[in-house]
């Protein structure tokens, strides 16, 4: 796996001078491939995994700095050209002198970049706005170390982690929310489109790419323009994706968004070889196999199934995580990750692709939002209408509430609360006492929204930029023993189709009364028309009761005893109702149980158990070709 870490010291203290030194050798002494990617007065970086897959390391001029993981330049259409990358001396000296702010405007991609200002001598570090590539920060004896990965800070041996207690309570109100504060009270992250500098002994935090200011710039309200470009911007993110990996492995559902990514695919000009990998569950609205055989023989692509079985759910495994600085939803990886990396090894694969995202991206929920954003943009006249027409369309609401529900929004001058849109209005197992201490918590509102005013950003706005808030996963959870893992990359969370899509209103968005509209528009040409038109997606909510039914003596273990519920974070008695095989397997809180509350215990025992990880699971049995279908 590519990682990155760096030491930024005041060179001018000792104590921080003897603790950098000592930091490096312990790092460079470890046999695992660490090499220094350039260093300057106060200042050394390093970088590992090099050649394990697109990721690389482009240091700038005069070793001024480095950008981390994969950047692409915006002003090559052509995929091959946008690869090739050159910080001579004055491009560096423009990224230098704008804050890093140029490599916004001109570049994209997967990166995290670390600069040294010769004139001010000040470090700064800048995530690129997708935040595909982890950067996190911590201290020690007075030495800032920026890393990417977690379990290289906890190999040094220095430094001791304190777990937050106020992120898990608001993690378990509102797992969709994001915040500079992480679950360990030694660590923060950097937020995506924030710079950190550096200076003596202080740290400034700036954000320097903002989705509200973006959305409102240069609103794209022509349906046909909207229509063109997305179409046009999509393709060229997925295309220079596509030349970092001669070989693919894509995870097609059958939806519109992973299907939009693979006829991007086959239309690449490098001409990746591209397999498809399609799971399946075998309840109600569990097998979209259809879709996804009449997708990949559409563009006559290989096509992998393989059947999601309770027997491969082994929850146990949730117990061999690696260590992360906040815990994340680890049952994909514990039913897939197994698969996918025997997969990717057998056919030597270093690229995993996905349409994850393209939800949030292309605006496929609350489609209500979008009456009260007309609302804001042009009154009562014009259009309204039919907007409203639209919304409880797509929404299934009846039109008349939902028109006035919109109006009393736009009129009122309370002001919506980021949290409250990001998470559950009300839980049965997490109390309210804990819900209400999280939304009274001003640490824990994303940067983009805290210490400003929302009452002039039109609610769909706020939800759009809600939804491309979180940083997707780049590390697995899981250590599934040696050999390279494939890169996690999705492209429809490319920057330049963000803030696209950001531009483009959400009453556009949802036009003719079909969410991700204009999305399905722009597409239409190359998808079968069945694809264009569904509007039902798949669910494995029995799937998912199955696996509990199937766990339930660890569920109770781990979770009835478990330190949430020692906490008072958790109802006990409403958790005992719902892990018994008695109760109706519809209620939404089985998947919040193991999708959340089960991997909120798995991490913390991780943290405070002090024991080792469990063993890993064997590989599975005979090559994965043997355990799918082809078609």
């Known amino acids: 796996m590519y990682r990155y870490f760096v030491l930024n010291w005041n060179p001018t203290d000792p104590r921080a001078v003897a603790a950098a030194r000592s930091l490096a050798e312990r790092l460079l002494g470890r ?234 695919l086959k239309s690449a000009p490098t001409r990746p070889r591209v397999t498809c990998l399609h799971y399946f569950g075998t309840g109600p609205d569990e097998d979209e196999r259809k879709y996804a055989r009449l997708v990949a023989g559409h563009f006559g692509t290989e096509l992998i199934e393989h059947q999601l079985t309770v027997g491969e759910a082994r ?22 990750s197994r698969f996918e990396k025997q997969l990717a090894v057998e056919r030597q694969v270093q690229g995993l692709f996905s349409g994850s995202g393209g939800d949030g991206v292309f605006f496929q929920a609350h489609a209500e939002l979008a009456v009260t954003d007309y609302l804001f943009d042009h009154g009562l006249g014009g259009d309204l209408l039919r907007v409203a027409v639209d919304a409880a369309r797509v929404s299934r609401k009846s039109i008349w509430p939902l028109l006035v529900s919109a109006i009393r929004t736009r009129l009122s001058a309370t002001q919506v609360h980021p949290l409250r849109m990001a998470g559950q209005q009300a839980r049965t197992i997490v109390s309210q006492d804990v819900m209400n201490a999280g939304r009274r918590n001003p640490r824990l509102i994303h940067p983009w929204f805290a210490n400003r005013s929302l009452r002039r950003v039109p609610p769909g706005v706020l939800w759009h930029s809600l939804t491309v808030g979180a940083a997707p996963a780049f590390y697995p959870s899981f250590d599934t023993g ?30 003719n009364g079909m969410d991700r509209a204009t999305a399905r528009r722009a597409f239409a040409p190359d998808l079968p028309a069945e694809i264009i038109k569904r509007r039902n997606k798949g669910r494995i909510d029995s799937h998912i009761r199955n696996v509990l039914d199937a766990n339930l003596p660890f569920v109770r273990e781990r979770l009835l005893d478990g330190r949430l519920v020692k906490e008072g974070l958790l109802n006990r008695r409403a958790l005992e109702l719902y892990l018994t095989r008695e109760r109706s397997p519809a209620d939404f809180e089985y998947s919040e149980i193991l999708q959340e509350q089960l991997c909120v215990e798995a991490w913390l025992s991780r943290w405070l158990d002090n024991r080792e990880p469990v063993a890993a699971l064997p590989a599975l049995t005979g090559p994965a070709s043997h355990q799918v279908l082809r078609t």
């Open 482 to 511: 040696p050999g390279v893992y494939p890169e996690r990359t999705m492209p429809l969370l490319s920057q330049p189709l963000v803030e696209l899509c950001l531009r483009i209103p959400t009453y556009v968005l949802i036009r």
């Open 31 to 264: 046999q695992s491939g660490w090499t220094r990617a350039f260093e300057s007065v106060g200042l050394a970086a390093f970088h590992a995994g090099l050649g394990a897959g697109a990721s690389q390391t482009v240091v700038l001029d005069q070793h001024a700095g480095a950008v981390f993981g994969r950047i692409f330049n915006r002003d090559m259409p052509d995929p091959a050209a946008a690869l090739r990358i050159n910080f001579d001396a004055p491009e560096s000296l423009k990224v230098i002198q704008t804050g890093g702010r140029r490599l916004f405007e001109r570049y994209w991609g997967r990166y995290v970049a670390v600069v040294q200002d010769a004139a001010t001598g000040e470090t700064w570090v800048l995530r690129d706005p997708s935040g595909h590539m982890p950067c996190f920060i911590a201290s020690h004896q007075g030495v800032n170390l920026v890393f990417s990965d977690l379990e290289d800070c906890v190999a040094l041996g220095a430094l001791q982690f304190t777990v937050s207690w106020d992120y898990i309570r608001a993690f378990l109100a509102y797992s969709g929310y994001q915040a500079r504060e992480t679950a360990l009270e030694e660590v923060s992250e950097v937020q995506l489109g924030e710079r950190v500098r550096f200076s003596g002994n202080t740290i400034h935090r700036s954000l320097e790419w903002d989705p509200l200011v973006i959305a409102q710039t240069d609103p794209i309200r022509d349906p046909e323009g909207a229509v063109r470009e997305l179409r046009q911007v999509t393709r060229d993110c997925i295309h220079t994706w596509a030349a970092c990996y001669p070989d693919i492995i894509h995870n097609l559902s059958g939806g519109l968004d992973s299907s939009i990514v693979l006829s991007c």
């Open 315 to 336: 929850l146990e495994q949730i117990l061999n995580l690696r260590r992360s600085p906040r815990p994340w939803f680890y049952m994909y990886e514990v039913e897939h």
